[in-house]
């Protein structure tokens, strides 16, 4: 699968840095590209107010501003709460396909097209000798979401080289150094949050997010991920 992001451009420089929101926290990290590998320059997490009136990325962005000499183009990932992921079977080329979602995406999302960015991959899916169409994966976020991110990136004099749905992310992350099979079963959890990949071949083919209940320290939060 060749997943491009809701949107994204070549970057060329010798830095490059990756952004991941969450919960109510952020996580920067600027890494130095090199001949055969990549090398952590620097990094930063903290918190920032997530339900603030404002636009929440204005405070990540002025807070990165302080720490963050070199301003190299951006990576996003955008929390699972401001993405939808969706497998879709359409019996089309990715081109027409991308071009159908355009016009139609009130039939597969709750969003209207002209409030939405969003991009489609092609996919290997099991069995598809059975199906005379094609499956893809459709992501979309919310164009007044996409929009904040960048007002509050240009402002504070950074740029944007891509923006992806946080499950994306995941799945590139630990797809890379699985070592299993063709089909894998990926759980990342972090603070109350788990998002479940069904892993086939080179892509996902389903994606689940949730959430845990509130527990103490003394509580065993392995029951929510069983249940």
Known sequence: MDFKALFS????DD???GLTVQNGVFKYVLLERGKNEYTISS??????????????????FHKLSGFAKNKA?????LPVSETM???LYMPMELTDARLSLRYEIENFFPVSSG????????????????????????????????EALSDAARTYG??????EPAQIAIERAVSLYSGHGETVMFIYAEGQFIQYILFWHNNGIFYRSSYFNNYTDAQNPAGDLAG
């Open 9 to 12: 451009k070549k970057n060329t």
């Open 15 to 17: 830095f490059g840095a």
């Open 43 to 60: 990094a930063i997490s903290d918190t920032f107010e997530e339900k603030s009136k404002e636009n929440p990325y204005g405070e990540i």
């Open 73 to 77: 183009p951006l990576s996003v990932s």
């Open 85 to 87: 992921l969706k497998l």
């Open 115 to 146: 409030e939405a960015v969003f991009d489609v991959a092609d996919v290997d899916f099991p069995f598809a000798e059975q199906y005379e169409g094609r499956h893809y994966l459709a992501a979309v976020a919310r164009k007044a979401k996409i």
């Open 158 to 163: 950074f740029s944007i080289e891509c923006v």
